[in-house]
């Protein structure tokens, strides 16, 4: 079990949370994400906004499509980096993938960003497949998944 008490499920629109998530949000070298795109993530039932706090200030954030069997995470982001926070984010949402008999894990990557490459690989993730072009039709795409095992 996984101490969860520095992170929550955002089930509120709150503009202090929305703000937090949009500035950490800019700080990622390849993709952001709108106030309203998080605020859209945030009333959909299929998907699960957690943020992680430090000090009582968010600190990362994570966004996942749950539908089962499988998991998508649509954006991932922590600042300051390095600190553990996103591996703490994903603790979480393997635990949550074994409550949901989720059986894999997948995302796409913008295929400069090899820090996050790294990232996802060492937390056992497998590149599977690339799209070709797929950010701003001229960067290719990493798909990379992670299977839950039970055992």
Do not use: W
Not at 27 to 35: A, D, G, M, V
Not at 115 to 126: E, L, P, Q, R, T
């Amino acid at each position: 079990m996984i101490n969860m008490k520095n992170i929550e499920i955002i089930n509120s629109t709150d503009d202090n949370i929305i703000d937090s998530i949009f500035l950490i949000s800019l700080k990622s070298e390849y993709i952001h994400i709108s106030k309203d795109c998080i605020k859209q993530y945030i009333k959909d039932k299929h998907h699960k906004v957690i943020i992680i706090e430090n000090d009582n200030k968010i600190t990362g954030f994570l966004i996942y499509f749950l539908l089962k069997p499988d998991i998508d995470i649509i954006f991932i982001a922590s600042y300051p980096n390095n600190l553990g926070y996103g591996k703490k984010l994903l603790s979480y949402l393997f635990y949550d993938a074994k409550n949901n008999n989720i059986k894999s894990i997948k995302l796409d990557l913008h295929e400069h960003n090899i820090n996050a490459k790294n990232f996802y690989i060492k937390n056992g993730f497998k590149e599977i497949a690339v799209r070709k072009k797929y950010y701003n039709n001229q960067f290719d795409a990493f798909i990379m998944e992670k299977e839950i095992n039970y055992n």
